[in-house]
């Protein structure tokens, strides 16, 4: 029973490593690419516990489901240290990972308008090629409110972005 255990983690493990790391690895701002590896270690450590939750044939969306929540911890941790750093010293100035990664202004303020929970979805479905069954699973819900969310998003976005292209 051990042995078939650890063979169906080790499975979803080598499958799922490279997706839960570069999901962490563009969301990883303001952290460091240093804790990457931690957080993957963290999720994988959570999906050794819950192996028996794991959906057969959903593995990868799962597990970044779980990825997704291991770096808002990880967010929120940070930011908690950054309102006791503020305290201390003045607010540094420099441009964030979107201003670096989104060259167009109008994308980036589309997306900064949105909310998050829009920003991640548009960000699963388009950075990270999710279908709308796969942001169902990472995100908890069913595929046809996941699919719904989505092409909600999706409208905001686009309207967004009308709005700013025309200023």
Known sequence: MRAQRERRFRAVADEATPAIGAYIRRRIYPLSYSDVDDLVEEVLIIAWRRLDDIPTGAEVPWLIGVARNVLRNAHRKFRRGEVVAAHLSPPPHGSSAEDNVIADEGVRAALEALS??????????????RSADEIGLILGVTSNAAAVRLSRAQDRFRKNFANVSVS
């Open 116 to 129: 998050d929970d829009d920003r991640d979805i548009i960000l699963l479905h388009a950075w990270d090629g």
